[in-house]
DNA sequence: GTCCAGGGCCGTT
DNA sequence: AACGGCCATGGA
């Protein structure tokens, strides 16, 4: 069975409203006068498989030492660069990864904006080629820094549309085509970026607190929807 | 002590 | 194409 996914926006959006995602220091970018968009490039890279107290963490050493921005992560060396986000986790790969992204948008943009500027899809190819970069890293900085209209999948995603009983496979691609086909067709052309966002964030948010490992589904907002909640009230 | 978190890569079947 | 091991920290 498939859920409309504009009924499905529309439940979680009366349950949680509009989120307001992917937190981002302002008054730090402010300040420094650095470009905000590239805290959500660092913490696409750093919550990789991370909780997310981990990745602030991380983001608040970058801030004390004042490298939470293209031209410093460019600089900085690799170690001091291991040693700073070490709270995050997997810190050998994740410096190398930021160090990757961080000079190839430098050498061939010279900064973010002109990175951003291109169009989706020459922006995801580029972000799928560096090393470390995977389709839900690229998305979510699509989506999330670059207010592109791109939907992302997570395993939250997954696991919500598994117990809904929405048989959509496990395929990146199948589950983000069905969300973008779907809502593409219920909303405008210019507010699916933040449709998109609103979405994946409202699924993360349901993930978190009721369709958890161990699900509390007397309580959820999709109880009355779900192939998981009937099955186990059998 | 065990489990898990807003993945991705690489080697083996 | 699919699967398993690996990367690492900190909170529950």
Redesign the pocket.
Known sequence: MKIDTAKLYNILKDRFGKQK???IDESYHRKNKTDPRFEIVV??IL????????VE?ALENLKSKNILDLDSICKVSIEELERTI?????????ARRLKDVSLYIKSNYKNLNNFFNKNLYEIREELLS?????????D?ILL?AANKPIFVV???TKRILNRLGMNLG??YKDIQDYFQNELSRNFSKEELAKVYANMHAML?IL??SYC??KPICNICPLENICDFRKNSLK
Do not use: R
């Not at 919550?47 to 981990?54: E, G, I, K, M």
């Open positions: 995602w992917w937190p913490g696409a919550t990789q498989n991370t909780a997310w107290a981990n963490k070490k709270p995050s986790g997997f810190f050998k790969q994740k560096l090393n470390g970069i995977g389709y839900e890293t690229a979510s999330y997570d395993a939250y496990d395929s993360v993930a978190k958890k490992k």
